[in-house]
Nanobody, 124 residues
Framework: QLQASGGGLVQAGGSLRLSCAASGRTLDNYNMGWFRQAPGREREFVAAIRRGDTTTTYAESLKGRFTISRENAKNTVYLQMNSLKPEDTAVYYC???????????????????WGQGTLVTVSS
């Protein structure tokens, strides 16, 4: 399954890199996404990367601060988060879309496999 890690407490303006690793699956076979959910709010799309290549898409509000990437040798997908703000505080989830769509999706229901989430807290 998917295992997200790398969350923690960071001051505003700081950086974190989240990792999503898998056992029993080759993540490069899937479109991968990162989502987040803050307390009392719906789960929202953060970023996605297409299987087999480096095509990416981001939530408009996060472009330029967050970067999604893969490292196939480690079967891991990353989310590099820079210039963090208190409003970035949330549980971050990685997810996999097994259907190999050519177009990346920002809709949570498209992603079939989910990790357990990792908490990111940004203090002001």
């Amino acid at each position: 399954q998917l295992q997200a890690s790398g969350g923690g407490l960071v001051q505003a303006g700081g950086s974190l890199r989240l990792s999503c690793a898998a056992s029993g699956r080759t993540l490069d076979n899937y479109n991968m996404g990162w989502f987040r959910q803050a307390p009392g709010r719906e789960r929202e799309f953060v970023a996605a990367i297409r299987r087999g290549d480096t095509t990416t898409t981001y939530a408009e509000s996060l472009k330029g601060r967050f970067t999604i990437s893969r490292e196939n040798a480690k079967n891991t997908v990353y989310l590099q988060m820079n210039s963090l703000k208190p409003e970035d505080t949330a549980v971050y989830y990685c997810a996999a879309d097994p259907l190999g769509r050519s177009r990346l999706s920002s809709t949570p229901s498209v992603y079939y496999y989910w990790g357990q989430g990792t908490l990111v807290t940004v203090s002001s």
